[in-house]
């Protein structure tokens, strides 16, 4: 029987491997840690509060990134293991047709620098769809744009030593990384402006770790109910106060921890559907 495995490389082993993964995966990580944790500031801000005002410091916010980076990680690992099954069965299909056009495409300094450049380019439209109101042939002309005037050239030059061709690979892992890190907060902020819009929550922020907790207020000395007992949604607590949603009235307020009673809670509340915030309270009793 005819062994089908391919020949070694002279130059292969664990330890090159293992080097040329770092090269994207460590700038790729790098990246999306740092948009993350933007886009958990950007996420709060929805409800006009800072992560700092609702006693999220930086040891939380850093346990809530590795969270969602091991989240993501368990995502990616099945689906870059499907897209090369998928590309070996198309390479044995095509009886190893596929690979020799791909490598043919490597071997095209021009090529491969224009394929990098503008892989680079569409990172940017996660860029453009957060903090501008680009609609999608907007951002693929912006892609375009960037990858031809920013890029194209730079990574021609960079493919002539085999340093610059690890610089292309630092330079594509980290503005993957960040356009990643730019669709997250995209779905932060709508997950953020859902709740504040409907008051139901979704498991994409459960990951993040957002505090989807309701709670009915009582006066700490009466134990009348504030409010008129609504509901009112935790965001979190800082430096003697708590910080709450009001649904009813679609706004944030602060209460001290001495004076307000917890009554009830609940987490993930089901709400009807067609459900929204923004109805109007009748007059509240806060003695």
Known sequence: MADDRPPEDARG?????????????????????ALLYMGIEEMYAVFNVSPQ????DQSVLFSRLITTLVLLVLVLIPLVGMIVA????????????AARALDTV???????????????????????AV????????????????????????????????MGRAGVKVVTGTLT??????????????????IQATG?????????????????????????????GRWMMLLGESVGTYVFYDCDKLETFRRPIEGTHLAH??????????????????PETVD
């Open 13 to 33: 082993g664990v330890i090159p491997l293992l080097e040329q993964i770092g090269a994207v995966v460590v700038p790729l990580g790098v990246g999306l840690y």
């Open 53 to 56: 005002q609702v006693g999220i």
């Open 86 to 97: 998928a590309a070996w069965a198309v390479n044995k299909i095509t009886f190893g047709r």
């Open 106 to 128: 490597r071997r095209r300094p021009w090529t491969a620098a224009f394929l990098a450049a503008l892989w680079c380019g569409a990172t940017y439209a996660g860029a453009a």
């Open 131 to 162: 903090f501008s109101p680009f609609d999608a042939l907007g951002m693929a002309a912006v892609a375009g744009a960037l990858a031809l005037v920013a890029f194209l050239v730079p990574f021609r030059l960079l493919r002539r030593r085999q």
């Open 177 to 194: 990384g960040i356009g990643l890190g730019f669709v997250l907060i995209l779905e932060m902020i709508k997950g953020a402006a859902g």
């Open 200 to 228: 139901q929550g979704n498991t994409f922020l459960d990951f993040l770790g957002f505090q989807d907790q309701w709670v009915v207020l009582k006066d700490a000395d009466t134990d009348r109910p504030l409010y008129n």
């Open 265 to 282: 809670m609940q987490l993930q509340p089901e709400r009807e559907e067609g459900y929204t915030c923004g109805g109007l309270a009748g």
